[in-house]
């Protein structure tokens, strides 16, 4: 499982770092959002980047081939939450753990999904394009994806659903098929949602019904719906070029007069915006990016297609989710419940990270020379 072939200068210390300072900047962002949880998120960070470090040493073709098992575990586990998970707001997302923890399978889910297809492409490759294996592909990410829609969580399942489309195509999906999929998806995709904003429609609950409408007419919702996030514009605008300070004190922030609920989690763009300015937020977003193309640029050098998929689908999971998360606080999206990769608070989503980079990183040290 360890191979003792590894070369230190094969080992990706760019990418380490490149973490590294946007958990930095997450965890002094945490604090001033919510103080209390910030001890909670440094934690998550050095407990994230030792797990980090010690599964880039393990052997990755030698881990996949626990895949069915990390299938089923993945399914039990979204399963159980539905039955026994802790509820808030509507959802049933989570577990409750002593200490004040909490455990949201939903956020694992997406690593075990990517490693599952990696193994799983890899060894029918030569028949991708097939009808009988492209089908079981849908059908092995449809289980996971239902099981996530119905919890409910509407955002993670369009981003399950968005990577199962980058895990295809790096895997090898023939462009015919990617095209003849696009001509038909993308105008039932656009009548659905159609059908779905109608009084009485049942493919989205109130409440997700209500954030679309809110995104598409927010002077109706401006006092309700739409509140957050023109709180969330002001506040960014607010800071300008070099933000109102760290932790200020000042009367006039938005964050300081609690108009933005779950600062900490999704809205914690607004805070970078408001305390660090342009400086600060462009400075996120470049780190994200960064992050992004660096595992592109490691998948296209993998040694093997399970490692492209792999490196492929976590620099797409840290670009879309960042793309998502700050197009809702800068309000060109409609209100979801993602979190900024490696900033906002969330221990699984950090942790759940930190193993998929550790993967990155072990793909990465065997990549072809």
Not at 74 to 84: C, E, G, K, Q, T
Not at 251 to 279: C, L, P, W
């Amino acid at each position: 499982m360890f191979n003792k072939g590894y070369r230190i200068r094969n080992y990706d210390f760019k990418l380490i770092l490149l973490i590294l300072a946007l958990s930095t900047i997450g965890v002094f962002a945490v604090g001033s959002a919510q103080p209390s949880v910030q001890q909670k998120q440094l934690l998550g960070v050095i407990a994230g980047t030792f797990l980090m470090v010690v599964i880039s040493l393990f052997d990755y073709t030698v881990l996949l081939k626990l895949y069915w098992l990390m299938y089923l575990g993945n399914l039990v586990l979204l399963l159980l939450v539905r039955y026994l998970g802790y509820e808030t707001k509507g959802a049933q997302r989570w577990f409750q753990i002593p200490g004040g923890f909490r455990f949201q399978p939903s956020e694992t889910a997406k690593i075990l999904l990517i490693l599952f297809f990696a193994q799983f492409i890899m060894k029918h490759i030569e028949k991708l394009n097939t009808f009988r294996i492209i089908a079981l592909c849908v059908f092995f990410a449809a289980v996971p994806w239902y099981l996530i829609y119905k919890q409910p969580d509407l955002s993670t399942s369009i981003v399950v659903l968005a990577l199962f489309c980058i895990i295809m195509f790096a895997g090898g999906l023939s462009f015919k098929v990617i095209f003849g999929v696009l001509a038909v998806a993308v105008p039932a995709l656009a009548l659905l949602v159609a059908l779905a904003l109608q009084p009485n429609s049942t493919v989205l609950t109130n409440n997700q019904r209500g954030r679309i409408l809110a995104f598409i007419y927010p002077e109706q919702y401006a006092t309700t719906t739409a509140y957050q996030q023109l709180n969330s514009v002001t506040a960014i605008a607010s800071g300008m070029l070099d933000g109102k300070g760290y932790k200020n004190n000042e009367i006039t922030s938005v964050k300081n007069g609690n108009f933005i609920s779950e600062a900490q989690t999704d809205f914690i763009f607004a805070v970078i915006g408001e305390e660090f300015g342009f400086k600060g937020s462009i400075t996120v977003i470049l780190l994200e990016m960064l992050i992004t193309l660096e595992c592109i640029h490691i998948a296209r050098r993998a040694r093997d297609p399970a490692g492209t998929i792999i490196a492929a689908s976590m620099g797409g999971l840290v670009g879309i989710q960042a793309f998502i998360n700050i197009g809702v606080a800068t309000f060109i999206l409609p209100t979801t419940g993602l979190t900024l990769p490696f900033v906002s608070y969330g221990l699984t989503s950090l942790m759940s990270l930190f193993i998929g980079m550790g993967f990155v990183l072990n793909v990465r040290l065997q990549a072809k020379r």
